[in-house]
């Protein structure tokens, strides 16, 4: 096998299993919130986006990668697999096809995986914004009118301190 194609396969391999951990470390951060464990959720988020750092950097070198291979087969500005794969030998266009088939599975699952995190922190955002609402209106009462008919002033509200309420 050519040692560019190899190289390439390697990379996309290393990606698809970065994509794995991340999903680890999502499940993680999920549960943190879960537990309410803000200590653990604080080193996961710096390991997620250490991780993603990672992965722009593996995307990067594999498209990198791809356009350089594609220059040498004849395809100048390439920027897909695909074409690639049609123009290789039958045992390297096999082990492309496999790990571009491994990596876009992994890529699905990843987005989904993705997209179950954001719903989720939406939710927790939308809970919490809804609590600080209910105990501002609670201990912050709005205008109203005092003794005499004057219109008397509500006081302060309340914030976050240090991710708390």
């Given amino acids: 096998m050519e040692p560019r194609i190899a190289e390439l396969i390697a990379a996309l391999c290393d990606k698809g299993v970065l994509m794995d951990q991340l999903q680890g470390l999502l499940r993680e951060e999920q549960e943190c919130m879960i537990s309410l464990d803000m200590a653990r959720m604080e080193e996961n ?3 997620i986006a250490a991780g993603m750092q990672r992965m722009a950097r593996l995307s990067t070198r594999c498209q990198e990668m791809i356009a350089t291979i594609g220059t040498e087969l004849g395809i100048p500005g390439n920027k897909t697999l695909t074409p690639i794969i049609e ?4 045992p390297e266009k096999l082990a492309l096809k496999d790990a571009q088939q491994s990596i876009v599975s992994n890529a699905q699952a990843f987005n989904g995986a993705l997209a179950l995190h954001q719903r989720l922190i939406e939710d927790s955002l ?3 914004g809804r609590s600080v609402n209910f105990f501002n209106r609670l201990f912050n009462p709005g205008n109203t009118y005092g003794m005499a008919g004057a219109l008397v002033n509500g006081r302060g509200s309340s914030g976050f301190v240090s991710k708390e309420i």
């Fill in 126 to 128: 939308n809970l919490v």
């Fill in 45 to 47: 988020q710096q390991d």
């Fill in 87 to 90: 123009k290789l030998a039958e």
